[in-house]
Every structure is written in C-alpha cells, then in structure tokens.
C-alpha cells in the first residue's frame, strides 16, 4: 500500500484501506460471509490524452481469484465516479469492494476501461 504502480499511461495508488466498511444509509449492504472495504485510491493520467475513470475498473480478487466490482456508495465521501481525467491530472477518492470474511489473500486490482492484461495493475492487500 502506498507504493505507485506505474502503468502504460497512467500511475495508480492505493493510499488506504478501511476494512469493514459501513457505508453511509441507503447503500446496499453485503452478502452473508462478506464484508466491504472502502480503498482510498489515486490515479494519475501521464498520458497525451484524455483516460476514462470508473469504480468498476476497480475490482477486490479473492484467493480464489473471484474478482468483485467497486462501487460508489450514496454520500461517500470524495467517491470516485464515471469520468475522464486530462493529460497531467489527477483523480483520488474512495471506492467501496465487497470481500469474503477471513480471506488472506486479498488484492485489489484496477483494469482501465479496455486495457490488454499487460496494462493492469495488482496491489496485495493482506498477505
């Protein structure tokens, strides 16, 4: 955590993590067995053009490698939402993964929007 993955035209952080996660009234809640985690993370846009943004190209991997979608949550704080982020900028805000309870294995994983595996990037999160 913490550490830049520096990727063909973006740099992607994760900056935190909050485990168990209450997300604000009115956000559906998980599954039995799972919990949320809110990840704090930035991407930075070191390409010529715009790069799109989305909570969905962040994805929590199991051990198992079953990987859940991100998802904004209503009245979360500093969200990260559908966008676009110009040459030089900058987007950092929350997303909120679903999880299995007591998987040590957990990575979260960002897939831009129509990226070849190469063009990914993985953080471990609990080893």
């Not at 550490?3 to 209450?22: G, H, K, P």
């Not at 900058?90 to 294995?105: E, I, K, R, S, W």
């Amino acid at each position: 955590m913490g550490q830049t993955a520096e990727m063909r035209d973006r740099n992607f952080v994760v900056n935190e993590i909050e485990w168990n996660y209450v997300p604000p009234r009115n956000a559906p809640r998980p599954q039995v067995g799972n919990a949320l985690a809110r990840a704090n993370v930035t991407v930075t846009n070191t390409s010529n053009g715009d790069i799109d943004i989305n909570p969905v190209t962040f994805k929590m991997q199991d051990s198992s490698g079953v990987q859940r979608d991100g998802r904004s949550a209503p009245e979360m704080p500093n969200a990260i939402t559908t966008g676009s982020i110009a040459p030089g900028g900058t987007a950092t805000g929350n997303v909120v993964l679903g999880y299995p309870q007591q998987d040590a294995g957990l990575r979260l994983v960002y897939i831009p929007s129509g990226a070849r595996p190469q063009d990914t990037a993985t953080v471990t999160l609990q080893s």
